[in-house]
C-alpha cells in the first residue's frame, strides 16, 4: 500500500518539477527580452524554418522531411515556453 511518505514524495516531486518548469520559463523569457534575445530568436526563427513548409519540395525525400520538421520543432518549443512566460506574468 501507498504510505504517507510515498504521498508526499510524489507531491513534492510534482513541486519540484513545477518549479523547475517555472525557473525555466522565466529564463527563456529574460533572454527574450533583451536586444540580444531579440537577434537570436530571429535568427532561429529562420534557421529552424518557421515560417517554411517542412516538407522538401525539391526532391522528396523523407528523411530530409523529418530533419526540417526537428528544426521547427525546437523553435515551437521555444516559443511556446516565451509566450507561457508572458501569460503567466
Not at 39 to 59: A, K, W, Y
Request: proline share 2%; glycine share 8%; charged share 30%.
Amino acid at each position: 500500500m501507498w504510505g504517507v511518505s510515498v504521498l508526499k514524495t510524489k507531491e513534492q516531486a510534482l513541486r519540484d518539477n513545477k518549479e523547475e518548469h517555472d525557473k525555466v520559463i522565466r529564463a527563456y523569457l529574460t533572454v527574450s527580452l533583451t536586444e540580444a534575445g531579440k537577434i537570436v530568436l530571429e535568427d532561429l526563427v529562420n534557421f529552424c524554418g518557421q515560417n517554411r513548409p517542412s516538407i522538401c519540395e525539391t526532391l522528396p525525400n523523407n528523411d530530409q522531411t523529418n530533419f526540417n520538421e526537428g528544426k521547427r520543432r525546437v523553435w515551437l518549443r521555444i516559443n511556446g515556453l516565451i509566450t507561457e512566460g508572458k501569460n503567466v506574468g
